[in-house]
């Protein structure tokens, strides 16, 4: 099982400091950095920043961040968790991830997605109803540029293409590419068809559910004669020495950002015994290292998984060194662990 990757997600929420205070967004930023660096020092395979426009979170521009990553590491692999596609150019995000590539020497990932949030929509002029079309034709595009030849492409959603060639070119000769999906079948079903990595995001409930997403994503690329990767999926997390101590961090940035959205979504508030609920049974990996790593085994053997990533992060209300805590605990303690379960389950 040596060839299972482990990753860390984050979103740039911002942590606490030692006084209780929420940090300003630059610190946020430098905190993500930092943790980032750590991640690296203590074995983890990627780091993936999100996307987002929101005053919740510091990070709007993952791959600026993940190239200041990128000096001060050795081996990480470094990845967006999304990159919100439907909102962007294609052309700019190859070019920017294609930097951040060789700033790496070859460490860069991209993950596309539509986002969970619609914020970037009116902030860069786009038009909610076209969200669908949008991402069919900028991922359309992008899967062309990944060639790293001349392009020529129309459509409706930006400047159509002509001999186009685009630069710099990646030393590899191809960009690593994911989509992350949420759920929804036609999601992976594209992602089959033009040979991406399938990155399934689960938040909530028993991950046991998205199995048959996996199975057609295999089915898909066999059927399209397109390779089917080795499958990833992310989860929410945070590892502290104990189950009480993890929980009791965890839990009140949870509810502040599950209930900030939720009011967004029409959510009801929710509850400590929901929370607790998902924690047992659920998608989220909260505990001491023991628990952590026994859980994210039994969701890597029934989804049969090639890759997991913890988002480790939560609201405002964890601090800074709990968060650097818990990605050093998921570097030396969880994942090794994890390892060892697995290797178990194999005999």
Do not use: C
């Not at 660096?37 to 920043?49: C, E, F, K, R, S």
């Not at 890597?300 to 090639?306: E, N, Q, S, Y």
């Not at 964890?318 to 697995?342: C, D, F, H, M, N």
């Amino acid at each position: 099982m040596d060839d299972i990757e482990f990753g860390i997600d984050s979103f740039g929420e911002l942590p606490r400091d030692d006084r209780g205070q929420v940090v300003t967004y630059a610190e946020a930023i430098r905190a993500a950095v930092r943790e980032a660096v750590l991640a690296d020092q203590v074995g983890i395979d990627a780091v993936a920043l999100g996307e987002h426009h929101r005053p919740e979170f510091a990070i709007s521009s993952p791959e600026t961040v993940l190239a200041g990553i990128a000096t001060a590491t050795e081996r990480i692999k470094l990845a967006s968790g999304v990159t919100v596609l439907s909102s962007d150019d294609p052309v700019r995000v190859f070019q920017r991830f294609a930097t951040v590539d060789a700033l790496s020497n070859g460490r860069a990932e991209v993950i596309l997605g539509r986002g969970s949030f619609t914020e970037s929509f009116p902030l860069f002029g786009y038009d909610m109803s076209d969200y669908e079309i949008l991402f069919e034709e900028k991922i359309d595009l992008f899967h062309r540029l990944l060639d790293e030849g001349p392009v020529t492409w129309g459509g409706t959603t930006r400047a159509a293409l002509d001999g186009a060639d685009v630069f710099p070119k990646t030393e590899s000769g191809r960009l690593t590419t994911w989509v992350g999906v949420g759920g929804s079948p036609q999601s992976v079903l594209r992602t089959a068809h033009y040979g991406f990595r399938l990155m399934l995001a689960i938040i909530g409930g028993a991950p046991a559910r998205f199995a048959p997403y996996v199975d057609l994503y295999r089915r898909a690329a066999a059927e399209l004669g397109t390779t089917a990767h080795p499958v990833g999926m992310h989860s929410p997390g945070f590892v502290a020495e104990t189950d009480e101590e993890a929980r009791e961090l965890f839990y009140p940035g949870f509810k502040e950002i599950r209930d900030r959205i939720g009011a967004l979504r029409g959510w009801p508030p929710v509850q400590r015994g929901q929370f607790d609920a998902d924690v047992e049974h659920g998608s989220l990996y909260v505990g001491s290292p023991e628990t952590v790593a026994r859980k994210m085994a039994a969701a890597i053997r029934a989804l049969d998984v090639g890759r997991f990533d913890m988002i480790y992060s939560a609201g405002g209300a964890l601090s800074a060194s709990a968060r650097l805590r818990s990605v050093e605990l998921y570097g030396t303690r969880v994942i090794p662990r994890v390892r060892e379960l697995l290797a178990e389950g194999t005999r």
